[in-house]
């Protein structure tokens, strides 16, 4: 994915940012039974269009946050003590939470694969976290997430259509 197609997006997104956050504080007050299943089917068919390879923004602009046990399963990967792992990679954010010290990924190839990816954290492992359960609770992480993955996007997109039908 091209500079110019990011930005897009991000505009994109910017111009629909109130439609969508209406549609989640709708979806927050009033989910509709079957919405964890709708949000399951939603995005298995969007990811079976979208190959994140192509475009690994999410890796490039922002960062997971890091769980104890993300810690230790890198550390163990890496052969290094936690310890060494954080003063190497990470840092701890204004919320406390550990993240990264820099952008773009460090674990993130040319070729958009990810060097650590059977070891990845968990944030990762779900991004974008649109086939979550009780996914209203998960408002502003969604609209984060829709600025950043063209799929995410087009999930709420498609959301919209589903629960207006």
Excluded: W
């Excluded at 111009?15 to 949000?39: E, F």
């Excluded at 310890?83 to 939470?97: P, V």
């Amino acid at each position: 994915m091209e500079e110019a197609d990011f930005k897009e997006l991000k505009e994109k997104a910017k111009q629909r940012n109130k439609a969508h956050k209406k549609l989640l504080d709708k979806l927050s007050k009033r989910p509709p039974k079957h919405l964890d299943t709708l949000m399951v089917e939603l995005h298995e068919e969007e990811f079976r269009r979208t190959d994140c390879l192509d475009c690994a923004n999410c890796c490039k602009t922002t960062g997971p946050l890091f769980t104890r046990r993300d810690i230790e399963r890198l550390s163990k990967h890496f052969r290094v003590k936690p310890t060494a792992f954080i003063e190497q990679y990470l840092r701890i954010d204004e919320d406390q939470d550990y993240v990264l010290q820099q952008l773009p990924c460090p674990f993130l190839l040319e070729d958009n694969r990810c060097s650590v990816y059977d070891h990845r954290p968990k944030a990762c492992r779900e991004f974008p976290h649109t086939d979550r359960k009780n996914f209203p609770q998960i408002k502003s992480l969604t609209m984060k997430n829709v600025a950043i993955c063209p799929a995410a996007f087009r999930i709420v997109e498609a959301l919209e259509k589903a629960v207006q039908n």
